[in-house]
């Protein structure tokens, strides 16, 4: 799919309670014969260290929305869990303008509303992140024992899950297992865990098979809200899904444990901001130092990269 020429930053669509988070635009759509149906909008924003950028990524947010579709479609054919996707279509969207319908051409999700599990639900099948972080100091994830002498980077014997707090600001906080089923109840823990692993397993396998390694992921679940404006029970998984903003993505040709990976994401650009803070031209505060056109292309090869490996699709 072509890319938009125009870089889509932000938007102010005639829908309402727009929320803005770090990438997407969220609105409620009011609908006369059921519960009222969420519209997510993926801008071209990027966020590094926690803080909006001021450059957009051109074409980032429709490449992401096709390999979370791409995703989406993956998923569906496991039949382990629904998902909340109802639309891509701008016109199945009531009172907008043609001109916001063709901003919204490959960039838009329509939804079922749900009711979310206040939890995101990881798995790691490598020691990255803030798990290599943990595991240096306790030879644990998210309070899950591992074996000493893993490398960074290093496969794990298997996959573990390692839930987080959703933040509202900054960055989720890891817990562990008894935590997050004291705020979510043991029941659907367990079954949130069985649900994330099983998908990670199915997805790792896809990936490899495409000489790429999925590092790690996370998801969000919810319940949906059914005609009475209350959760139904029915869990979905929800959100954007397997893209490499919620994902650790790695070439398999190049890697090589022991040491930090090329990643098919923002690395280019927290490389460079690093380059930034090391000479005390920013510090990881708002507002964001503009990136060079340099790095803003080399960003979307990578992304560009990964969806190309994983779905074969021209973007």
Known sequence: MPEATAPVFSTDLPLPDRRQGKVRDVYRVPVETGPDQVLIVATDRLSAFDVVLPTPIPGKGRLLTEVSLGWFHFIRELELVGDHLISTEPADVPGLSPSDREMLEGRMMLCRAVEVVPIECVARGYLAGSGWLEYQRDETVCGVPLPEGLQRSGRLPQPIF???????????????????????????????????LTIYDAASDFAAARGVILADTKFEFGHAIDFDGI??????????????????YWPAESYESGREQDSFDKQFVR????????????????????????????????YREAADRLFGREF
Do not use: Y
């Open 231 to 248: 959760g139904s029970g029915e869990l979905l998984i929800c959100d954007e899904v397997l893209t490499p903003d919620s994902s650790r």
């Open 162 to 196: 390692t839930p987080a707090t959703k933040a509202t600001e900054g960055h989720d906080e890891n817990i562990d297992f008894a935590r997050a089923s004291e705020i979510a109840g043991e029941s659907l823990m367990n079954q949130l865990r069985d649900l994330t």
């Open 271 to 302: 490389n460079h901001l690093l380059e930034l803070v090391d000479r005390g031209a920013w510090r990881k505060e708002p507002p964001g130092p503009e990136l060079p056109a340099d790095i803003v292309e080399r960003t979307m090869d990578r």
